[in-house]
Nanobody
Framework: VHLMESGGGSVQPGGSLKLSCTVS?????MGWFRQAPGKEREGVAS???????YYAEFVRGRFIISKDTAKNTLDLQINNLRPEDTAMYYC????????????????WGQGTQVTVSS
C-alpha cells in the first residue's frame, strides 16, 4: 500500500480545506491523523472498507471523511478551521480493525501541512 496526501495549505480562521490521500493497493481501514508542534499525534477520522466512520470528539461536525472510489482517494473535508487545527495531517492505512488507535494502522503517508492563522 502506498499513500500520498495533498490539499494542505494556509487558511484564515473560519475557512475550509479538503485534504486528499491517493491510495494504491488494498487496505481495509483508512484514516487521518494529525500532529501539532510539541504534541503527540492524534487520530482525527477513519473509515472502514464497509463504510463505517469514526471521528474524534474534537471534530464536532466540522470534519467529514469520505472515499472517492473513482479517484482512489480518501478525502477529509475540514470546515470552520480554527488556529488549533494547525498541524501536519497524515493519511494512514490498516489491514483489519478500524478506529482511531494508531495500532490499527501500519502504513503512513508523508503528511500535508495545514496552517490556520489570521
Amino acid at each position: 500500500v502506498h499513500l500520498m496526501e495533498s490539499g494542505g495549505g494556509s487558511v484564515q480562521p473560519g475557512g475550509s480545506l479538503k485534504l486528499s490521500c491517493t491510495v494504491s493497493g488494498y487496505t481495509n481501514c483508512m484514516g487521518w491523523f494529525r500532529q501539532a508542534p510539541g504534541k503527540e499525534r492524534e487520530g482525527v477520522a477513519s473509515m472502514s472498507g464497509g463504510g463505517s466512520r469514526y471521528y474524534a470528539e474534537f471534530v464536532r461536525g466540522r470534519f467529514i471523511i469520505s472515499k472517492d472510489t473513482a479517484k482512489n482517494t480518501l478525502d477529509l473535508q475540514i470546515n470552520n478551521l480554527r488556529p488549533e487545527d494547525t498541524a501536519m495531517y497524515y493519511c494512514a492505512a490498516g489491514p483489519r480493525s478500524c478506529g482511531l488507535y494508531e495500532r490499527y494502522f501500519n502504513t503512513w503517508g508523508q503528511g500535508t501541512q495545514v496552517t490556520v492563522s489570521s
